[in-house]
């Protein structure tokens, strides 16, 4: 049996679209924190400090460096997030969702339904 044939009979049409509506509710939230912690150029998500491109006297560029420092390692971390859910949302387009990548096993309901991006089992998480 194929990769794609395996990955249609893991999992129900509930269970998919349960999951399919988990992700697209988590991307929604993560472009909404993504849009108050940084800004889009080409494609790509970086952090930013609210009065960037302003002209900031002592304490407000000491302000704008704190809150970039912040910001920027946050924002990484949510755009990271956020093309995890796009490349699942990818595989379950392609019907290659709930497989292992690794070792092409089905990934448990239980595991998909605790984290909707995973792309591995378990075992090799």
């Given amino acids: 049996m194929g990769k794609k044939a395996a990955a249609e009979g893991v999992l129900t049409e509930a269970e998919l679209d349960e999951l399919r509506g988990a992700l697209e509710a988590e991307k929604d939230a993560l472009d909404e924190e993504l849009a108050t912690h940084g800004k ?15 002209e900031a006297d002592f304490t407000d560029a000491a302000g704008n460096i704190e ?3 912040v910001n920027v390692p946050f924002v990484a971390e949510l755009n990271e997030r956020r ?7 990818e595989r379950m ?11 092409s096993e089905p990934i448990p309901f239980d595991r998909l339904e605790a984290n909707p991006a995973a792309k591995a089992c378990v075992e090799h998480s």
């Fill in 40 to 54: 889009q150029a080409n494609g790509n998500w970086q952090g930013s400090s609210e009065s960037e491109g302003e």
């Fill in 93 to 103: 387009k392609h019907g290659m969702y709930g497989i292992c990548e690794l070792c």
């Fill in 83 to 89: 093309k995890e859910i796009e490349a699942a949302l």
């Fill in 67 to 69: 809150e970039l420092g």
